[in-house]
């Protein structure tokens, strides 16, 4: 046998030794626990969960208003309308007199949600103003629902044709 034939051979041999090696003694730790016995181990492993306390607040959404005021604001905001003082003034009263204020059909449009809901306004005097067609129509919508208001003054308002 040639040396080239004996390192060989010598190879193979250690070779075979080293994976016997590899399957008793590498898979041992030193408290003897095998590495595969580990990673089954490891395998019944359940998640934790942690709950960490933070600095960080979670926004809560604002509280909405629902009373007629709230109602009047959140339209006016919706709508791009100065609110009325004097609206907000007079919402709880029993008569509503809106007169010469030069109010346009977007003011009443703002306007009649929060009058819908209401229970106290049964006067409703909108004269002088400028409401228009499109302003007597928002106001017939009011009426539908609001069985409230009981009597409505609209004169001299531009409703019509001219």
């Known amino acids: 046998m040639s040396t080239y034939q004996n390192l060989n051979r010598i190879n193979s041999t250690s070779t075979t030794i080293l994976e016997k090696d590899l399957d008793d003694e590498l898979y041992q730790d030193e408290d ?27 926004e ?51 306007m009649v949600p929060s009058l819908k809901i209401n229970t106290t306004v049964t006067k409703l005097d909108l004269r002088e103003n400028c409401l228009g ?11 539908k629902d609001a069985v409230y208001i009981t009597e409505l003054n609209l004169s001299n308002n531009d409703i019509g044709l001219q």
């Open 60 to 110: 809560q959404e604002p509280l909405r208003d629902f009373s007629c005021k709230g109602v009047y604001l959140e339209q006016c905001k919706k709508r791009a309308v100065i609110p009325s003082k004097h609206y907000l003034r007079n919402l709880n009263n029993e008569s509503l007199i809106i007169r010469y204020y030069g109010m346009k059909p977007i003011n009443v449009k703002a």
């Open 133 to 143: 067609s499109l302003g007597a129509i928002h106001i017939a919508q009011l009426l």
């Open 32 to 58: 003897n626990v095998s590495v595969l016995d580990a990673s089954e181990k490891t395998n019944d492993l359940q998640p934790v969960q942690v709950d960490y306390d933070s600095d960080i607040e979670h």
